[in-house]
Structure formats: structure tokens, C-alpha cells
């Protein structure tokens, strides 16, 4: 279940380096878009609106109890960037024990952290997709999975650039340290130097190897 981020996004029609890699490897890969996704009318877009964190986490999840009930596959892994890891994340808090494991790029895990921290230019993205501050505040603690974060017990592999401009490093340090303290199995890479997302040929199959490693011993 590969989620993408914005998470006002969505997944066109073409083509990935990465899915080839996994494809090739035997995988099978669902490329849900959930409510708020673009691309299918205004409607469907406007529904995430307050919602971020609610309806992405409720689409997503009964896209996998689909593949399951229709044997699509056996074990299931959630995996996302950004937006998509924050979903994630969520996910495995929300919905224990329906995930293998969980990869989360760079991902969010404290909705209140981010809109103090987060570049000029989303300052104020969250002020629709989840809601005014402080008015709001405690819908961004709830759907914050770093304040859920001992609901998490699957497998959780966390890779981040140091130099995050729009999501800091310290969203997926912190999520690493809370679940290290409770004694579950979380794994966190960062990579010197990188920002939001990476694209030197070495930062890329660094970041392919070591999540297939990850699968391979806990999916």
C-alpha cells in the first residue's frame, strides 16, 4: 500500500523507478487514492478538507482489508513519503496488527510540531486540511501519531534527510525515541545533507537496499 503525499495529490499514470524495483522483487503494489486526492472531481477533493489525518487513514485502511478479502496478497506493508508517511504512521497507530510493517519517508508525526517548524510556503496548508489554531489544537494532538505512539507494535522503518526544510528530521527522531522507550521495533536512518526527498544515485539505492532488508526481516 504505497500512499502518496501532498496529500492533495495523486498518482498519475507512469512511470516509477522505484515500483519497478519493488515489482521486480515480487511485490505487489496498490496506489490508493483517498479523499482529498486530485484528479476526480472537486468534490472528491474538497472532502479532505478538516479531515486530514480521519478520511486518507479510513480510505487507505479499507483498501487493505479489500486486498485481503479478495486474496490480492498475504502480508501487507504501508509505505509513504511526506503527506503519505504521515498516513502511514497514522495507520499503524489507528490499525495494529493489519500491517506487517510500515515505511515511512520523511514522514509527519506531530501536526502542531510541523506548523511551527514547516517553510513559508505551507505555512498555512493545515489551516484547511485539518483546522484554525488554537481552536483546533486538540484535533492536531489526535491526529498526531507521536502522541498515539504507544498504539504502535508493528515493524517501523523511518528514513529522513537532515536538512528537511518542510518536514525537520526531529518529527521522525522524536517518533523513534517514544517507540525505542516503549521497547517496539522501530528503525530510523538519516541521511547527511538531504532535504526533502533525495535523488543521488547513492542516497537512492542506500534507501531501496536497506528498506528491502527491513522487509525481508519483518515482512
Keep these: 500500500m504505497w500512499v502518496h503525499g501532498g496529500p492533495t495529490d ?9 515500483f519497478a524495483y519493488w515489482l521486480d522483487r515480487g511485490w505487489s503494489i496498490l496506489v490508493p487514492d483517498h479523499r482529498g486526492s486530485t484528479g476526480h472531481g472537486r ?11 480521519e478520511l486518507d487513514v479510513a480510505d487507505v485502511a479499507a483498501g487493505a482489508r479489500a486486498c485481503l478479502a479478495n486474496g490480492w496478497g498475504g502480508r501487507l506493508v504501508a509505505m509513504g513519503a511526506s503527506a503519505g508517511g504521515f498516513t502511514v504512521l497514522n495507520l499503524l497507530a489507528e490499525h495494529p496488527g493489519l500491517f ?3 515505511v515511512s519517508l520523511y514522514g509527519i508525526g506531530d501536526l502542531l510540531e510541523l506548523s511551527q517548524a514547516t517553510h513559508r510556503f505551507e505555512a498555512h496548508y493545515n489551516l484547511s486540511l485539518v483546522g484554525p489554531l488554537p481552536e ?3 484535533r492536531y494532538r489526535s491526529r498526531s501519531s507521536l502522541h498515539r505512539a504507544d498504539h504502535i507494535v508493528d515493524p517501523l522503518l523511518l528514513l529522513h534527510g537532515s ?12 517518533m523513534a525515541a517514544r517507540l525505542t522507550a516503549l521497547g517496539r521495533p522501530v528503525e530510523l536512518h538519516v541521511y547527511d ?15 531501496l537496499e536497506r528498506t528491502d532488508d527491513f522487509l525481508r526481516r519483518h515482512a
Design 136 to 138: 483546533a489544537a486538540d
Design 163 to 174: 536538512a528537511d526544510p518542510v518536514v525537520p528530521v526531529r518529527q521522525s527522531e522524536a
Design 193 to 207: 545533507g538531504e532535504g526533502h526527498g533525495w535523488g543521488r544515485r547513492e542516497i537512492v539505492v542506500d534507501e
Design 43 to 53: 468534490a472528491f477533493t474538497q472532502a479532505m478538507a478538516g479531515r486530514w489525518g
Design 100 to 102: 506487517a510493517a510500515g
Design 10 to 18: 495523486q498518482w498519475q499514470v507512469e512511470f516509477r523507478a522505484r
